[in-house]
């Protein structure tokens, strides 16, 4: 075996784990072994089940955060033509796995790293919640996603779900009148609200609207007098939760006047998470860009996500300055074909270990700096 097939085989015990959110047990107890196994201390769980573990030390702290979890549907965990597959090989046990084999040597005494595999991200994120209490603000967070090892985002739309419940007057099948089909117009009124939410050719700054569910009607004779649906609305961060709000009811309240009445609607929104937009600074910045230059050879892209992530409750929380960068094509993530390049595990491996080493190097020289002026 080569050593690039060798230095892939924790990714591959991870991947052989199987852990849907709410089921990540086994998985973490193989990170558990991972972190004692590459010198980590104080690795520990935490009540919510998340893996800690420290390295190095220092008056500044480091976080490489980034989730066990995965999305339910299980993909036999295999290596083909260079790829290995697997649940979780994207999103984001590669980032994971990476995160831990790249600290393997680092001893710092400028910067203290403080690693976490959290659970839930894929659901309630029970475990990132946990982990704001759980340790101190840190002053720099690397939040490990999918971006591909050349992109490094540096910020997040909101997420909010919504429940609409449309009622009409319905009617008989034998005279099919749309304007009293509370189905038909449930697909209108939601194609109305992403055309008023929509206005910039820049689409993060723009408010998705995706429907996950819709159910109404009989399967009889009857045109369906009531309808209910589940809309997801991503939303940037320059907008808030209680503007959405306002923004959404203004727009529903619109297309029923529009109708003349022939129609009510009634909304609920169940959840919410505003975006976060990371603020800037240059010493991460500057490490990400060499690593990523020595590395891949290449300038690395600062991007913005359309979804939303962990990255989100800690950014929120601390305010400090974050990334979110991992190996791993963002494309393949939750899809029956979710799978990782050897090439693009590793090179993951050796960012982050220069992205470390620059990093601590360059506090420390700031810390050198300062006790000459004084």
């Known amino acids: 075996m080569s050593l690039g097939l060798e230095a892939v085989q924790p990714l591959v015990r991870l991947l052989s784990k199987y852990s849907p959110s709410g089921e990540e047990e086994e998985a973490q107890q193989e990170v558990f072994s991972l972190l004692l196994a590459n010198g980590f201390e104080n690795v520990r ?21 980034s989730h066990v979890d995965t999305v339910p549907g299980f993909i036999e965990v295999r290596l083909e033509s260079g790829r290995i597959f697997g649940r979780g090989a994207v999103d984001a046990k590669a980032s994971l796995t990476a995160m831990a084999l790249a600290a393997s040597s680092y001893s710092s005494r400028s910067l203290r790293l403080v690693y976490s595999s959290v659970v839930g991200e894929e659901s309630d994120s029970k475990g990132v919640r946990r982990l704001l209490e759980e340790i101190p603000a840190p002053d ?45 117009q449930t697909m209108r009124l939601v194609e109305h609200v992403k055309t008023r939410m929509t206005f910039s050719k820049d689409l993060f700054s723009n408010i998705g609207v995706s429907i996950t569910m819709i159910k109404g009607g009989y399967g009889d004779s009857r045109i369906p007098d009531s309808s209910e649906a589940r809309l997801n609305l991503r939303y940037p961060p320059h907008i808030g939760f ?24 009634d909304y609920d929104f169940l959840d919410h998470l505003d975006g976060y937009a990371s603020v800037k600074d240059q010493v991460l910045i500057n490490a990400v860009r060499g690593a990523v230059g020595k590395t891949l050879g290449r300038e690395v892209l600062l991007v913005r996500k359309l979804g939303t992530s962990d990255f989100n409750y800690t950014g929120l929380k601390w305010g400090r300055p974050q990334l979110a960068w991992g190996p ?15 090439e693009e595990f ?29």
């Open 45 to 65: 769980r935490d009540p919510a089940g998340n893996v800690l573990g420290e390295k190095g030390d220092g008056d500044r702290t480091l976080l490489f955060c």
């Open 140 to 184: 720099y967070v690397i939040i490990g996603e999918p971006t591909g090892m050349r992109a490094a985002a540096v910020a997040y739309r909101g997420s909010a779900t919504v429940s609409i419940m449309v009622s009409t007057r319905g009617g008989h099948s034998s005279s099919p009148l749309d304007d009293f089909n509370a189905i038909v």
């Open 242 to 265: 209680e503007e959405l709000s306002r923004m959404f009811s203004a727009v529903l309240n619109e297309y029923v006047e529009a109708t003349g009445g022939t129609l009510k609607v």
């Open 328 to 342: 791993g094509d963002p494309s393949l993530a939750h899809s029956s074909l979710e799978s990782i390049t050897v």
């Open 346 to 374: 590793t090179h993951g491996v050796e960012a982050y270990r220069r992205f470390l080493n620059s990093l601590a190097s360059s506090l420390a020289q700031v810390k050198n700096n300062f006790k000459k002026l004084g």
